[in-house]
């Protein structure tokens, strides 16, 4: 007799979600390049990538153990993305601030809005069949 191996769920499918953040971000950033000033561009780049960057790193951290018997450190990874993330967007709004700021606040801050709100798309983009 063989030795079972244990049960390997199936863990969220993050990466579409996660692929939809950056597209919008990148598809968002194409016609502020060709329909307004380069700076601009950067401006709607930068928003998008500080608004996924510590969306990446939640998925990251967060979804790193599974099963029943993990279910401790689960929930305390998941206190520590959520602290690491807020503490991330923070760092990257910062360092967008000092480092390179912004020419069009607008198109900053709309990018950011726009690809944190691509979540709302996630029940569509992760909707599973059911297997019953």
Known sequence: ??????ARLKGPR???????????????????LIWHTPEAALSTLLGGLVAWLPNVFF????????????????????????????GLT??????VFVAVPPSNPAFFFGAYVVTQLAHWLGPWLLHRPSRT
């Open 1 to 6: 007799m063989h030795k079972a191996a244990p």
């Open 14 to 32: 993050l990466f579409p979600l996660l692929m939809l953040q950056l597209c919008m971000a990148l598809g968002m950033t194409a016609p502020t």
């Open 59 to 86: 998925a990251w951290q967060t979804f790193r153990h599974q099963g029943a018997s993990q279910a401790r450190n689960i929930v305390n990874s998941f206190y520590r993305a959520e602290a690491g993330k807020f």
């Open 90 to 95: 923070a760092a990257l709004f910062i360092a």
